[in-house]
């Protein structure tokens, strides 16, 4: 696929992404993180770019548990396709 431009909002600011994705999934993809910065900078009351780390780390921690599970599942596919 073609790479295109696509512009997201994100914590107030405005962003070009050219990715090969489609747009759609780009635009759901920062509406999740743009989601996330609110919540996160709204119940700890403080300032977007603090909030926007912590975000960072939060979803980091999210796909390396859901990286960890995956290899998991795979070794255990692999256990089983090998009985």
Wanted: glycine share 2%; charged share 35%.
């Amino acid at each position: 696929m073609e790479k295109q431009k696509t512009t997201v909002r994100v914590a107030g600011r405005d962003y070009t992404l050219v990715s090969s994705d489609a747009p759609e999934y780009i635009t759901r993809v920062a509406a999740y993180v743009d989601r996330k910065i609110t919540e996160a900078s709204l119940a700890a009351r403080m300032p977007v770019d603090k909030a926007a780390v912590l975000v960072c780390l939060n979803i980091a921690d999210e796909l390396m548990k859901a990286q960890d599970e995956n290899s998991k599942l795979r070794r255990e596919l692999e256990a089983l396709r090998e009985r």
